[in-house]
Every structure is written in structure tokens, then in C-alpha cells.
């Protein structure tokens, strides 16, 4: 499968920032291979989608509703009326910050699929968890509670070790891969045959300096994306970094 790569910007941008992003984009050269993903704030939607070339255009969250007085949510249909082709769910930072349970996330992953959105449905350990070398547990768990009626078809699982987003720390690539192949033997358990067609990306710290040797584990099929995808140049190492490990 082509690799896949994710921008994550997180509540960061402003309309300067996409100018210059999308200039600098369009000097570089085109990318073959890769499905590269931009996933700015959500209110940036339909400028990012004008001023930048080449990307499908993601969200970082959906309701888990399909409407109501829901003050502030948005629901899948808009992003997909937006012209969004993906969308992130169960964020660590969803998770932590916002209390969302798996059950929720399974719930968002559900409604996005039904409107034609591949879900990025994030998992990942704690430090601690990590520590008490309790990771494949907790992710197995975790991965199954937020894949409840979820169908296979368009979705991605994104493995991002909680320890790793932000730090600086990224995990190794044996760790990395140790880890994607406990979710895709989780997926085939789910899903039978069908599991194996799932996309399984890595986050935390992923940089142009790392992304080579992580894209060269057999288990990883792509990244999802932080502060690097904040310069077009930056993302772009990455996300060339993805086409040439798929290739
Ligand atoms: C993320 O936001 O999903 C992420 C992995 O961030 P960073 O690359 O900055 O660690």
C-alpha cells in the first residue's frame, strides 16, 4: 500500500502561517506514493483546501452526534461537505484534555466512516504503561474498546505512544514496530483477512531526521505528524521520506 502521512497542526496556524506554508509547498517537488493528509484547525478548513496544493484536506475531530445542540461540535457531514477526506479521532490529547472514552471514539469512528471520511482512530500507552511494560495490553484493550461496530473499510489506526508526542523522544524503530505488529495481529483478529488492509501510521516526534529509518519497518505504512508539519519543508522530508520507503 502507499504510505501515508498526516499533518497534525493542532490549535496552531493563522492565515499568515498557511500563505507561507502553501507557498513554499508549491516550490517543492511533487510527491508519488504518498498520500500526504493536511489536518489544520478546523475554522482553517476551506482556506487550506484553496491555498494548498496537493494534499487531501483532514480534520482533527468529529462530534459524536450527527446533530443536535451541540454548541462549538462539528459532525462528519460538514467536514465531509467541506471536502475533507479524513479525519483524526481519539487524539491522545482528545483522550486526556477532552475525557474521551473508547467508546466514544468508536462512536465518532462509526458516524465519520458513514459519511465517507477515513477515521484515523488514534491509540497509544502512558510512560507509566510503558514503564510496567504493560503497553500491549493497554493498546490491545484500548484499540479493540474504540473499534466496537466500527467497520474496516476507510479506516487507519495511528500508533502514538503518549510518552513520544511533543517530547522530542520518539520511540525506536524496534519499539515502533514491536508495536504495529501487536495492532495489525489485532486487526486480523477483528477482522479477519480484511484487518491486513488496514493502514497502521506511527506519531510522536516523527522529524525528517527519523522518518527514513521508521518508514523502513515493514509494519509501519506511514506517520502522523506534529510540530514537524508546521514548515512545508520540513513535512515535505517526511512525507518523501514515506514515498521512497513504499515505493
Ligand atoms: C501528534 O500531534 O499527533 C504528534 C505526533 O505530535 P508530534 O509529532 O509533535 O510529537
Redesign the pocket.
Known amino acids: 500500500m502507499a504510505g501515508l502521512v498526516i499533518a497534525?497542526w493542532?490549535m496552531h496556524g493563522s492565515l499568515e502561517l498557511i500563505a507561507e506554508f502553501a507557498q513554499e509547498w508549491r516550490e517543492l517537488p511533487q510527491l508519488s506514493g504518498v498520500n500526504v493528509v493536511l489536518c489544520p484547525p478546523a475554522p482553517y478548513l476551506g482556506v487550506v483546501s484553496e491555498a494548498v496544493e496537493g494534499i487531501v484536506l483532514g480534520a482533527q475531530n468529529s462530534a459524536d452526534r450527527v446533530e443536535g445542540a451541540l454548541t462549538g461540535e462539528v459532525s462528519s457531514q460538514m467536514l465531509s461537505e467541506l471536502g475533507c477526506g479524513y479525519v483524526?479521532i481519539g487524539?491522545?490529547?482528545r483522550r486526556s484534555l477532552f475525557s474521551e472514552t473508547d467508546a466514544q471514539v468508536a462512536v465518532k469512528a462509526q458516524l465519520a466512516i458513514a459519511q465517507g471520511l477515513h477515521a484515523v482512530v488514534?491509540v497509544g500507552e502512558t510512560l507509566e504503561h510503558r514503564d510496567a511494560d504493560q503497553q500491549d495490553k493497554v493498546v490491545s484493550e484500548q484499540l479493540l474498546g474504540s473499534l466496537a461496530e466500527v467497520p474496516w473499510e476507510k479506516l487507519v489506526v495511528?500508533y502514538?505512544p503518549v510518552w513520544?508526542?511533543?517530547?522530542?523522544r520518539?520511540a525506536t524503530p524496534a519499539q515502533a514496530e514491536a508495536m504495529h505488529g501487536v495492532i495489525k495481529g489485532c486487526l486480523r483478529g477483528h477482522f479477519g483477512d480484511a484487518g491486513a488492509d488496514i493502514p497502521v501510521i506511527y506519531?510522536?516526534?516523527?522529524?525528517p531526521e527519523n522518518a527514513g529509518v521508521l518508514f523502513e519497518c515493514d509494519n509501519i505504512d506511514g506517520?502522523?505528524?506534529?510540530?514537524?508539519?508546521l514548515n512545508a519543508n520540513s513535512f515535505w522530508h517526511i512525507a518523501s521520506a514515506a514515498s521512497a520507503g513504499r515505493a
Open positions: 497534525n493542532k483524526i487524539h491522545s490529547e488514534c495511528a502514538e513520544a508526542i511533543g517530547t522530542g520518539t506519531g510522536g516526534s516523527v522529524k506517520a502522523l505528524v506534529g510540530g514537524a508539519s
